[in-house]
């Protein structure tokens, strides 16, 4: 396990946040024992309160950070009400973590419909039985609307649900933390700076 912070390579005057984000993760891949692409995803309902819960991250480019479900779910739905979220990765192994949080647009169907054709069948299937977050009457109920669409969709392949798709965060604020000794942390926040590029402030921990 890496104890060096974020170091002066990490923060040179080319410095990049996706970059940065790249090589941590690639480090999590080795040092997680599951899931390393788990983050916490925050949004805030109709009446301002918060909710937050575990997705996993299915890409990210220079564009953001890329995450799919049922655009009917509760996080579907304040979403595309509030057109904001938040994100945060922790990687305990490695003791960092990565704050995101900015503007949401949904990905194009040509990307949706990538994404869910690399899915395992059972996965799609669910995507059509699942109606995410609305009250189910008992396990019964969804073990039955998963053979429905079993038998519906025996043959062929299976389409992407309209209600399902992706969902990127567009980073107005990417921040790095590093656990150091004695809580004197390291924590560095890059911002776009409006000419493409990106400012660092190094925070105090």
């Keep these: 396990m890496s104890d060096t912070g974020l170091t002066s390579r990490d923060f040179t005057e080319d410095a990049e946040p996706f970059r940065l984000f790249a090589e941590w993760l690639a480090e999590a891949e080795k040092a997680e024992p599951n899931d390393p692409n788990a983050v916490a995803l925050a949004t805030v309902d109709a009446d301002g309160l918060p909710n937050v819960r575990m997705v996993l991250l299915k890409g990210f480019d220079a564009r953001g950070f890329v995450f799919y479900t049922n655009l009917e779910s509760a996080k579907g739905r304040e979403i595309l009400a509030a057109r904001k979220a938040a994100m945060c990765f922790h990687w ?114």
């Design 92 to 205: 305990k192994s490695l003791r960092r973590q990565v704050r995101v949080r900015g503007p949401v647009e949904i990905v194009d169907d040509a990307e949706a419909d990538a994404y869910y054709a690399s899915r395992p069948r059972g996965s799609r299937i669910g995507a059509w039985a699942s109606k995410q977050s609305r009250p189910l009457e008992s396990r019964f109920a969804l073990e039955k609307a998963v053979a429905e669409y079993t038998a519906r969709f025996a043959v062929g392949e299976i389409p992407r649900p309209a209600h399902w798709s992706g969902l990127r965060i567009v980073p107005s604020a990417i921040e790095f933390w590093h656990d150091r000794p004695f809580r004197l942390h390291d924590r560095v926040l890059f911002e776009p700076d409006g000419k493409g590029g990106w400012t660092r402030t190094r925070l105090y921990p």
